[in-house]
């Protein structure tokens, strides 16, 4: 796979380059809540800027439309915010001019996302238009067969950005000989979404922390009633083998913060982790819990965090998420946030983000790249 830095020593001088970046950002109306997806790209961006590329056209998605131009997904907040970041003007649209230009949403067409092969290739003949090379630092994006990530590398010479070569090289580490003791804690609502990658990780870890909504179906598994904690009652039986393979090495919670609703005004208490009352609903690990997982990650040499440990953005159910963050930033080793609502946890709490050797920007991506899969956005790089 060809890099920036090949890209930069071979001469970008006076060539134009097409970039795909991953601003799929948090919005509220049109303020932007999360602006770390931005700033990860600004290295990549600076680099082609100081090394003299003619123009730079960046392209992205952002949410889900359906293929048709829907205002409350317009990227114009976007290039406002990456204007400010790199303080210097950045042109808007699919027609604008300037040195630095970002289209707008890739999703307002439907050939973005088509499963029709002809109708995408259409679509990234189009985009391909905008660029003499074609640099992917999207990392987040590498896990679709989209048109701006997969088709484009085909029409173009393709590089990596700075970004996609950090996220590939940290993520390499945790899938090969990764320094033990090595610990691994997983969140997020349901055990479907993590269970390949629990295959994946559990003959190579020293210790499998479980917490989210996730760890409520393996409670079940265990014979614990869970009250109207979330459920995956078809996942109970998978469970309950993770946890005779596993043996030791998965940590449960025992104590869980229950709630008579799901709001930030609920009634709250703290029970075992056998003992939640039937007409509620576990929503956070306990503080037993945090303490436990917490002497688990002591002495730990590698550790990958996925998934955040309760409803963090409700301020009563944000202590087990915290506190399991807290405990990974005195981690003398090397840790990783894998990305998505474990990285906006993050930020949303207040944790310093030095705390951590990396922090990913590709929560479904990075989940996959440790499973073992093949990223289209990858192999299209490397071919």
């Not at 070569?165 to 993590?194: F, Q």
């Not at 007409?279 to 306990?286: A, H, M, S, V």
């Not at 159910?317 to 930033?329: H, N, P, Q, S």
Request: proline share 4%; aromatic share 6%.
């Amino acid at each position: 796979m060809k890099t920036l830095d090949d890209l930069l020593s071979e001469g970008v001088a006076g060539r134009r380059v097409l970039l795909r970046a991953d601003l799929n950002v948090p919005l509220d109306g049109d303020r932007i809540t999360d602006d770390g997806r931005i700033r990860a790209v600004l290295p990549t961006i600076n680099a082609l800027r100081e090394a003299g590329a003619a123009k730079i056209t960046v392209m992205s998605h952002l949410g889900r439309p359906k293929g048709a131009p829907d205002p409350k997904y317009t990227l114009a907040p976007v290039a406002a915010r990456l204007s400010e970041l790199l303080g210097a003007p950045v042109a808007f649209g699919d027609g604008a001019d300037g040195d630095l230009v970002l289209l707008e949403n890739l999703r307002f067409n439907a050939g973005e996302t088509s499963k029709d092969e002809g109708e995408r290739k259409a679509f990234a003949q189009e985009l391909a238009a905008h660029g003499d090379v074609y640099v992917d630092d999207a990392f987040g994006a590498v896990h679709r067969k989209h048109a701006s990530v997969y088709d484009v590398a085909a029409l173009l010479p393709h590089y990596s950005g700075y970004l996609v070569a950090k996220e590939l090289e940290v993520l390499s580490k945790l899938t090969g000989e990764a320094e033990k003791p090595y610990v691994v804690v997983l969140g997020g609502s349901k055990v479907s979404d993590k269970l390949a990658v629990i295959e994946a990780l559990l003959p190579k870890v020293d210790k499998l922390l479980i917490g989210g909504g996730m760890c409520f179906t393996f409670l079940k598994a265990q014979g614990h009633e869970v009250g109207k904690s979330l459920l995956q009652d078809e996942m109970v039986d998978t469970c309950r083998d993770l946890l005779q393979r596993g043996g030791d090495k998965i940590v449960l919670p025992t104590d869980v913060v229950t709630a008579d609703k799901f709001a930030a005004d609920a009634a709250t208490q703290t029970v075992g982790a056998g003992a939640i009352p039937a007409d509620e609903l576990g929503l956070d690990i306990g503080p037993e819990s945090v303490a436990a997982f917490a002497a688990a990650l002591e002495g730990a040499k590698t550790v990958f965090w996925n998934g955040p440990m309760g409803v963090f953005e409700l301020a009563p159910f944000a202590a087990g998420t915290r506190g399991v963050a807290e405990a990974i930033t005195k981690v003398d080793g090397f840790t990783v946030v894998g990305g998505g609502d474990s990285a906006a946890a993050v930020r949303a709490l207040g944790i310093p983000e030095d705390g951590f050797s990396h922090i990913s920007t590709g929560g479904g991506a990075s989940l996959e790249f440790l499973e073992g899969k093949t990223l289209p956005g990858i192999a299209a790089l490397e071919a």
